[in-house]
């Protein structure tokens, strides 16, 4: 049997009834999931009443609607809030799977294209949903494959907001091990405006330690990394 986030077994996939309403009503139960499922990486840290996968999702979608449309190549902003909506949309079937389960991006990737091969075809599958499911599948795959300007702005927002909810969980919960949520997240921002983000954000967090009389151990857990730090060397 498969498993999926935590090493749990994944529950059977969805067979089609061959009624289309019972099947779409199927797949708007599924959703639930999205709105109970706690984020795995919080959860292993102990936080208190930790956010589920569609808090992360809706932040992330309201920030994409606050990004500038200014550049050269001007983004399709709804492109990026629905497809900020979408992107952790099979997580409602294999769970929040995280780096440290040992489960390989290939592995991961698999898992998640089969739950959402499964959703599309066998609880989207009917003639109504067409224009759904396509929509769907084109979201998906296009955050997946990380080769447009709005996948890699959708990226970018959801290492942000990793690293924004740590700082608040730090705040609010005094916890003092989230040093790999940042490492792992601001030193890959790409996008000039999140980045600008990050900045004034990891201004806040070392004040929010020195008040505490931590900033040294702040400056330690964060050696070596900083804002765009990642990004700027595959690009130098």
Same mark, same amino acid.
């Given at each position: 049997?498969?498993?999926?986030?935590?090493?749990?077994?994944?529950?059977?996939?969805?067979?089609?009834?061959?009624?289309?309403?019972?099947?779409?009503?199927?797949?708007?139960?599924?959703?639930?999931?999205?709105?109970?499922?706690?984020?795995?990486?919080?959860?292993?840290?102990?936080?208190?009443?930790?956010?589920?996968?569609?808090?992360?999702?809706?932040?992330?979608?309201?920030?994409?609607?606050?990004?500038?449309?200014?550049?050269?190549?001007?983004?399709?902003?709804?492109?990026?809030?629905?497809?900020?909506?979408?992107?952790?949309?099979?997580?409602?079937?294999?769970?929040?799977?995280?780096?440290?389960?040992?489960?390989?991006?290939?592995?991961?990737?698999?898992?998640?294209?089969?739950?959402?091969?499964?959703?599309?075809?066998?609880?989207?599958?009917?003639?109504?949903?067409? %224009?759904?499911? !396509?929509?769907?599948? &084109?979201?998906?795959? *296009?955050? =997946?494959?990380?080769?447009?300007?709005?996948?890699?702005? #959708?990226?970018?927002?959801?290492?942000?907001?990793?690293?924004?909810?740590?700082?608040?969980?730090?705040?609010?919960?005094?916890?003092?091990?989230?040093?790999?949520?940042?490492?792992?997240?601001?030193?890959?921002?790409?996008?000039?405006?999140?980045?600008?983000?990050?900045?004034?954000?990891?201004? %806040?967090?070392? !004040?929010?330690?020195? &008040?505490?009389?931590? *900033?040294? =151990?702040?400056?330690?857990?964060?050696?070596?990394?900083? #804002?765009?730090?990642?990004?700027?060397?595959?690009?130098?």
């Amino acid at each position: 049997m498969s498993t999926g986030a935590g090493g749990k077994p994944l529950a059977q996939l969805y067979k089609s009834t061959g009624n289309e309403a019972l099947d779409t009503l199927a797949f708007l139960h599924l959703l639930e999931r999205l709105k109970i499922e706690k984020r795995t990486g919080w959860v292993r840290e102990g936080v208190h009443q930790a956010e589920s996968i569609s808090d992360h999702m809706c932040r992330m979608a309201l920030m994409a609607m606050m990004i500038p449309n200014n550049g050269e190549k001007p983004l399709d902003i709804p492109r990026c809030v629905m497809m900020a909506l979408v992107h952790d949309l099979a997580e409602a079937h294999v769970g929040d799977i995280t780096p440290v389960e040992g489960v390989s991006p290939d592995a991961k990737h698999e898992l998640e294209e089969r739950a959402m091969d499964n959703f599309l075809e066998e609880m989207l599958g009917g003639p109504g949903n067409k %224009e759904a499911r !396509e929509r769907f599948r &084109s979201l998906w795959d *296009e955050y =997946e494959t990380r080769q447009t300007p709005e996948s890699k702005l #959708v990226k970018d927002l959801d290492r942000f907001e990793l690293a924004l909810q740590a700082v608040e969980y730090e705040r609010s919960q005094d916890i003092q091990t989230l040093h790999p949520f940042f490492t792992g997240s601001v030193p890959n921002l790409e996008h000039p405006v999140i980045r600008g983000w990050a900045e004034t954000l990891m201004v %806040e967090r070392k !004040e929010l330690w020195a &008040s505490r009389g931590r *900033e040294k =151990e702040q400056e330690e857990g964060l050696a070596g990394y900083s #804002v765009g730090s990642v990004t700027d060397g595959k690009t130098a």
